[in-house]
Each structure stands twice: as C-alpha cells, then as structure tokens.
C-alpha cells in the first residue's frame, strides 16, 4: 500500500515558468512533510519542509502548500531553471523515526 | 561542516554472500537512518540508530542488521545475498529530536 504518491512520473517546464509538483498522501497521521531533490549518482538533497500545523512554507524560489484535507501538497518553483531539472521526492512522517518517501517526480526545465 | 559520507560508492557480490556498507554522519549528527532505493522507486526506510541501538525497522528482514558506533558512524550488513537486493543504499543522518534527515550519495549494490 502506497501511503506516499506523486502520480506525474515526469514534467517538463519551460525555463523562467513555474514549476508544480505535487503529491497525495493516505495517512492521516502524517505531520510533517518534506521535498528532496536528487541529482543523478547523488544522494538526496534536503530542499524544503511543512508541518501540519502550517498550509505554506517559503524559501526563495521554493513554497510548499499543504492541504490537510485534501491530504495533499504541493511543491511550487518559480521562477524555474534548467539546474532545477532533478528527480524531486516528496516525503512524510508520523511523529516517529521513519520516513515514507513517493517514488518521485523527474523535473525537465527546458532553456 | 563536513557532510553524510558513505563507502564504497559501488559494488558487485554473487547471491549467497554477505556485504558490509559504511556511513559517517554528518557532523555533531547522532541518529542514522538506513534506506534502500530500488530502480524507479523512492527510498524504503531500513532502520535508524540512535545511541547504539537500533531505534526503529521497517519491513525488511533479519538479514538486514546494523551498527551504530560511538562516533555515530555506522554500518549496515547484509546477509545471504539475493537479487533483489540490487539497489542504491542511502544513509541519513540527523540530530535526535529533529525531523531533517540528511543523505549521504549512496552505495550502487550489484548482486549477480
């Protein structure tokens, strides 16, 4: 059972647009939420996080939504980059030591 | 601030054999986690350490077993190797108490 999914595989924007991924999850437990990024033969790379007790978090170029009730998010880049193309991976916890990742959505910025 | 590191970044062993993975933590980090991500998929969570002691486990089996040391490295040992355990091993470090885990490049694990 998914608890975690990015439903679009891959996405392709062009540069300077707007960039929005998104991610549905099932488990109403989950508080807390991240987006990472990752880079062909790299680990993933932390970008932004959400708690639920907040509906939007920004950091530059960065701003991720959480819709509770919709038991979505969504991770919003603007304006995008062709060095934002990435494979970009939400994921979630429920207050304890693990998290459950989606199985990723592969960004294209085109120039 | 010297980040996740982990060794080696590739490796190949037959079915039946056993490996060893390594981690350091990202410094003045004290909790690791281990994941295995399989082609196409996102990272399945293995287990965390914190204080030496495993702290949590996902759904995977005995074989799959860990270390933490006392500098907060760590290991992670797997046993009777199978084909499906082809994939890239990430590990995360993060301080107790924190949501933010930190991930190291991964090992390339190749089982023919």
């Known amino acids: 059972d998914q608890q975690v999914k990015q439903n679009s595989p891959s996405l392709r924007v062009q540069e300077g647009r707007i960039s929005i991924l998104n991610c549905d999850y099932t488990?109403?437990?989950?508080?807390?939420f991240l987006w990472y990024k990752k880079y062909p033969a790299e680990g993933p790379t932390f970008l932004i996080s959400?708690?639920?007790?907040?509906d939007k978090n920004e950091d530059g170029r960065f701003t991720v939504f959480l819709n509770k009730s919709a038991k979505h998010l969504s991770l919003h880049i603007v304006p995008s980059q062709p060095g934002d193309s990435a494979v970009y991976f939400c994921?979630?916890?429920?207050?304890?030591?693990?998290?459950?990742f989606g199985t990723g959505t592969r960004l294209k910025v085109l120039a | 601030e010297t980040g996740v590191t982990q060794s080696p970044t590739h490796l190949i062993k037959t079915r039946g054999q056993q490996v060893t993975l390594r981690c350091s933590s990202q410094?003045?980090?004290?909790?690791v986690s281990w994941y295995q991500q399989a082609l196409g998929q996102g990272p399945q969570f293995i287990f965390q350490?914190?204080?030496?002691?495993?702290?949590g486990r996902g759904n995977f089996p005995p074989r799959f077993s860990g270390l933490q040391f006392p500098n907060y490295s760590s290991e992670l040992n797997v046993n009777a190797l199978e084909l499906d355990d082809s994939a890239l091993y990430l590990c995360?470090?993060?301080?107790?108490?924190?949501?933010?885990?930190?991930f190291g490049p991964g090992t390339r694990l190749l089982v023919l």
């Open positions: 994921a979630a916890s429920g207050g304890t030591y693990k998290y459950i």
């Open positions: 488990n109403s437990m989950f508080d807390y």
């Open positions: 959400i708690s639920s007790i907040k």
């Open positions: 995360a470090s993060s301080l107790w108490g924190r949501k933010t885990q930190y």
């Open positions: 410094s003045g980090h004290n909790t």
């Open positions: 350490y914190y204080r030496e002691e495993e702290n």
